[in-house]
């Protein structure tokens, strides 16, 4: 039914503002493409004896965007090709099609979108659809969504739709349906009296409603599911200040072994800048907070909300490796980061300044007790707990701390140094029941040199230091660069501290790639070792491989 609501929109949206000639003549087309291309060989030092994926021993994921916009008219679409999916991703994705088709209009009063969409409300807590392709991410809407600006200052929105789930046709007995609206107020922009003032201010709030059949033969669900939020930002002189909160009343999940407990999360962050200097710290507390659009999906998949890790997210291999998840079932976190650059011509500045950022964030499961003495803590069918919103429990998730240093010694020769201090539950994180916490020391040194105003060499050096898991790891890597053309490097991640012999193995990899405009092609061949991908808090396993890869993507 949605579906057929979307095509009668779109086509009474396109037939109603355009005409024969400006179809043709006034139109702007822009899109992108990108196919990632994995072959796949037997690789038995790593363990690898079967090479297919699903059948076949070739991956290969594709899309391609095209946006067609003329005037206050805009209408796109964009093909998906997962023939098989890469190792890695979600078997389900493997297929064909135009999963995302879409058609707006929009006016300084009105923004109109029929078909598929993305768009968040505040934080994301408890709505935020988006599309992560190196995840396999896509909980994009498909229905309608309307935008208004009524009065100066004022923001009002209103979604409804049903959510992608792979390739799967919405069926009405399935997933559900999610409705939601979201108001947003900016003070300096609606009254003249906030314009010429220091304080800068905007509030908002957010109500989202999922509508399920209840088909369950044991338990009484509730079909309709409310969350609701309340938001604002301040800010005066260097400071700001942001703060969410949210709450869900009990919606019995997979996800929560069906308790009758219900939601809350909150999200807070102050921070300083001035001319060199930046403080942030932010906390987070989330408890039983996962709201999906089918309460029996447990994976990476129908999530209404996004819970924003406060994490800092790590660019290298090593530091990257053991990246925090979210436990939308409970946690509660805090981060630190304080960012400053030492003044040039200072002895520690030296002719360049030189840059320093220390970063700190922790996160601990929540405090639970029962909600009776006959009643075990999570017992489905049951309120599951009490939770008291500020106590926090001596199990620690994630800890992580870092210092990291930058600085330009010359004008051909720049570096950076970071250490880490990690904490790691590999058991609740990656579900790896009865293994002991990882504790970790990891170092990373980074040195690039311009050979000229075209070429450089970058050296980047790698330790990780531990007695859990696979133990001990070093990589190396050198990147030649010829600007803004082409660059080539080789790299090596060995395991030498891994507590079984036949497993302390090298994981090299060769790459090269080209640009021209924007276009690139980067062709990558070697080992990838089994771990943990994340963007955002958001997770996927991607098993050990050994092959041949190939990207191409382009921009028009």
């Not at 989202?208 to 301040?234: C, M, T, W």
């Not at 906390?283 to 994490?311: C, E, H, M, Q």
């Not at 600085?407 to 990656?430: C, H, P, W």
């Not at 501290?497 to 790459?511: A, I, L």
Request: charged share 20%; proline share 3%.
């Amino acid at each position: 039914m949605i579906k057929k609501i979307t095509i009668l929109a779109i086509a009474l949206l396109s037939s109603s503002l355009l005409s024969a000639q400006d179809i043709f003549d006034n139109a702007r087309i822009t899109g992108s493409f990108q196919t990632d291309v994995q072959f796949y060989r037997p690789d038995k030092a790593i363990g690898i004896y079967d090479t297919t994926i699903l059948g076949r021993k070739v991956g290969i994921n594709g899309y391609t965007n095209l946006t067609y916009s003329l005037g206050k008219f805009k209408a796109g679409l964009r093909y998906e090709a997962f023939m098989t999916p890469l190792s890695g991703f979600d078997p389900r994705q493997e297929g064909n099609g135009f999963p995302y088709i879409w058609a707006s209009y929009s006016s300084d009063l009105i923004e109109i979108t029929a078909g598929n969409f993305y768009e968040q409300f505040g934080n994301g807590l408890i709505f935020r659809t988006y599309e992560e392709w190196t995840l396999g991410y896509d909980n994009s809407m498909n229905g309608m969504r309307v935008v208004l600006y009524p009065a100066k200052g004022l923001t009002l929105k209103g979604v409804y739709g049903s959510q992608r789930f792979f390739w799967q046709k919405y069926e009405r007995n399935s997933r559900g349906l999610v409705r939601g609206a979201d108001a947003e107020l900016n003070l300096n922009e609606a009254f003249t009296s906030f314009e010429g003032s220091g304080l800068r201010l905007s509030i908002g709030g957010s109500a989202v409603s999922k509508y399920q059949r209840d088909a369950d033969p044991i338990y009484n669900l509730p079909e309709n599911v409310g969350a609701f939020s309340g938001r604002f930002n301040l800010g005066a002189g260097n400071f700001s200040l942001m703060t969410e909160y949210a709450y869900k009343i009990n919606d019995p999940s997979a996800a929560n072994n069906f308790i009758y407990q219900n939601g809350q999360a909150v999200l807070s962050s102050l921070s300083y800048s001035q001319k060199g200097l930046g403080v942030v710290l932010q906390l987070k507390r989330v408890d039983n907070f996962s709201f999906k659009s089918d309460r029996t999906v447990t994976a990476n998949a129908l999530d209404i909300n996004f819970l924003p890790p406060i994490n800092r997210t790590h660019a290298y291999s090593l530091t990257a490796k053991y990246p925090y998840a979210t436990q939308p079932n409970g946690e509660m976190g805090l981060q630190f980061q304080v960012n400053y650059k030492i003044p040039k011509g200072t002895l520690l500045g030296g002719k360049y300044g030189t840059g320093i950022t220390l970063n700190f964030s922790q996160v601990n499961d929540i405090v639970r007790n029962q909600v009776n003495d006959t009643t075990a803590i999570m017992e489905s069918g049951t309120l599951g707990y009490t939770s008291d919103f500020f106590k926090v429990s001596d199990h620690i998730f994630f800890r992580d701390f870092n210092i990291e240093i930058d600085k330009r010694f010359n004008s051909k020769l720049k570096g950076m140094v970071q250490y880490m201090n990690l904490l790691y539950d590999i058991a609740t994180i990656e579900g790896h029941a009865g293994e002991e916490a990882v504790k970790a020391h990891l170092g990373v040194a980074d040195f690039t040199y311009k050979l000229s105003s075209r070429n450089a060499l970058r050296l980047e050096a790698q330790a990780l230091i531990t007695e859990q898991d696979e133990g001990d790891w070093a990589a190396l890597m050198a990147e030649y660069t010829i600007a803004p053309k082409w660059f080539v490097a080789v790299a090596d991640q060995y395991n030498y501290g891994n507590p079984d012999e036949d497993k302390r193995n090298h994981y090299y990899t060769v790459s090269a790639g080209y640009t021209r405009e924007s276009t690139r092609l980067a062709l990558t061949f070697g080992r990838q070792n089994e771990g943990v991908v994340c963007v955002g808090g958001v997770c996927r396993q991607v098993p050990a491989s050994s092959g041949f890869t190939i990207t191409l993507s382009t921009n028009f």
